[in-house]
């Protein structure tokens, strides 16, 4: 019953609605909370009213692939490969294997045609983009390949690649080795005729290595069931090794072997029924399975080991976890098991204690299963399986996840993702009000056609108000507004006082109050201006010179004509603390919208700008505070992606992201890494 309730619980708290509207010292009561880590609900980018409400996941029946997943792996350029014994996608013939675009998807420029004749279990992704794939099969696309075959970077049956009669038994697992040599293991005990107990080694053109013998030393243990191979790749070239069998050394069931066959007679760990392995980067060996106790019982759990097999004291398992049938290490340390035969994924704290802010579960019915999951380098998560749902969405066979389990809706695995694109109603920063070139600066685009009526404000006292002073605010903000050729086209100082001049025409105060935008003080500034589409830039500054923390803010007042706002750039001062940048967006609508948010610091030197931010970092958070995606250097995460959109930043040490994000608020934060302070600018981009 309790899980039932946390179920549901997690479920309704996936749909909330935005409220009818945002009252303006409701949200800028989230402010405060900022103070506190990860406790910036819905943030300073929600003041003022939103004229109605956005749901946040309208999500339709998806269309996925129409069997199993397998095995997944994500592309340098963010695209992923499912695979496993599905036949279609979204209706769209991909025999056990295709490829998606970031956001779902189809990639139509893989294709495998006829593909293998049977199930793919394992594959490994080469730097060039090809795939080494192992499975039941006999054939791909109607040519001889004996359960291992490599597919070129378009699908095809690469033909060069030729694995002989290949194993006499099941492979199971792949990997690939430094020089992009395929690793395999698995329950046989020949290869091509050439003796090799479940482990060989192929060369790059997918021949026998007969170099690599590291399973001469192994063999079956008696009455056994099929061997179940689970590999691990250490960095000096030596493999923890587990399955069903003994060594020449007595071991059981698991071993650590060297490419000649060696037996590594110092590896302490004894274990029955390995199920996983990983080789942490410090080279700590974390096992699941049946593991030798005190006095040689065996315990089931999760266990990790120093690089000897000794076993590592600062990692206890939580109580009553399961041991997995599979392991992925996120990058934060803590570890995601899929328990065996399990329809939920469970999460472990580096320590090995129990992790319950993460929750993934299939829905039930029908034996759903998880079979295997990918963590991102974004910490998303992607989990392919046999399932029709997960947490209660929509999904057949595979999904995306954020770092806390909740259901990604910007990626829907069939023939095309949402490509209308969603309403952007609401564009904000907040940062540093300086003087001279310190002032904050926001630039937006309109785009389109037709005319666009737009609100900006520059707030100060309020936000120093609902924060007790805990900020330096702008006592008096000022705000001017420039059209694309640097021509003044309005300005406010004080609200309640229209000044005339430009695109404003008539007193606005009445205007103000009536749409619910007028600000708490009467030293803040705001104006109303219909646009047409092009390039604008608003400036936020003192009055008397004076500076401190200002709010600049976007509204879109007609969420339902041609143009629409798909941009905004603002430069501001980012120190250490509070003082940040912060930049929000609320997208409206009722369908997803692909957005590019970036923070720039060192390209602002070729402008003049000498101190420029030199290491900018970005977060991007949903409207609860969780954590969507982040970014340091751009080329780490998404660069095929980034240099695609064209808003690939000028300089490596500059942060970016793309996601394909479902209505509602979101909240971009960028601060300097290693606590650097200086100018910087940052954007958000609504690209459909």
Known sequence: MAQGKAVEEHVRSERIELATSFVFATILTSLATYRTPFRFILTVLLSGIIASAYPLAATAATVGPDGPVQCIAAQPDGKFIIAGSFTSVGGVSRVRVARVESDGKLDPSFDPRGGPSASIKAFALQKDGKLVIVGDFTSVDGIARAKVARLNADGTLDVNYSPGAGPDGQPNAVLLDAADRAIVGGDFQSWSGTARHFLARLKIDGSLDPDFDAGKNLARFANAPPTLAKIALQPDGLLVFGGFFVTNTGYYDLARVAPDGTVDTSFQVRGVSIQAIIVQPDNKIIITGFLAGPNQSYVSAPARFNQDGSPDPTFRAATGVAYGSLMRLQPDGKLLI???????????????????????????????????????????????????????????????????????????????????????????????????????????????????????????????????????????????????????????????????????????????????????????????????????????????????????????????????????????????????????????????????????????????????????????????????????????????????????????????????????????????????????????????
């Open 338 to 688: 899929l328990p065996q035969q399990g329809s939920q994924l469970i999460r472990l704290n580096a320590d090995g204690s129990l992790d319950n802010s993460f929750y993934a579960s299939t829905s039930a019915g029908n034996s759903p299963a998880i079979t295997c999951f990918e963590v991102l380098r974004d910490a998303r998560v992607m989990i392919g399986g046999n399932f029709t749902g997960l947490n209660s969405w929509p999904r057949e066979n595979v999904a995306r996840v954020f770092n806390n389990g909740r259901i990604d809706p910007g990626f829907v695995v069939a023939t095309g993702a949402p490509q209308t694109r969603s309403l952007g109603l609401n564009l904000s920063t907040r940062g540093q009000a300086g003087i001279s070139d310190d002032v904050l600066i926001a630039g937006f685009m309109i785009r389109g056609s037709g005319t666009k009526k737009v609100a900006v404000r520059a707030m100060g006292p309020s936000v120093s108000a609902q924060t007790q002073g805990t900020l330096s605010t702008l006592a008096d903000p000022m705000l001017e507004l420039y059209d694309a050729s640097g021509s003044l086209i309005g300005r406010n100082d004080n609200w309640p006082i229209t000044q005339l001049g430009g695109v404003i025409t008539s007193p606005q105060a009445a205007e103000l109050v009536t749409s619910g935008l007028a600000p708490a003080y009467g030293t803040e500034s705001a104006l109303l201006a219909r646009l047409e589409p092009g390039d604008y830039t608003a400036i936020v500054r003192g009055q008397n010179q004076t500076t401190g923390t200002a709010l600049v803010e976007l509204y879109d007042l007609e969420g339902t004509s041609d143009a629409f706002l798909s941009n905004i750039s603002t430069r501001g001062r980012v120190e250490t603390g509070d003082d940040i940048i912060i930049a929000g967006v609320i997208l409206g609508g009722d369908n997803l919208s692909q957005v590019v948010v970036r923070a720039i610091g060192p390209s602002l030197q070729k402008s003049g700008v000498s101190d420029f931010l030199a290491d900018p970092t970005l977060a991007l958070h949903n409207s609860n505070g969780e954590l969507v995606m982040t970014n340091d250097d751009w080329q780490d995460t998404q660069p095929g992606e980034l240099a695609a959109s064209g808003l690939a930043p000028l300089d490596p040490k500059e942060a970016a992201l793309s996601a394909v994000l479902s209505p509602g608020p979101y909240t971009a934060i960028v601060r300097g890494g290693q606590n650097r302070t200086g100018i910087a600018i940052v954007e958000t981009f609504v690209l459909r």
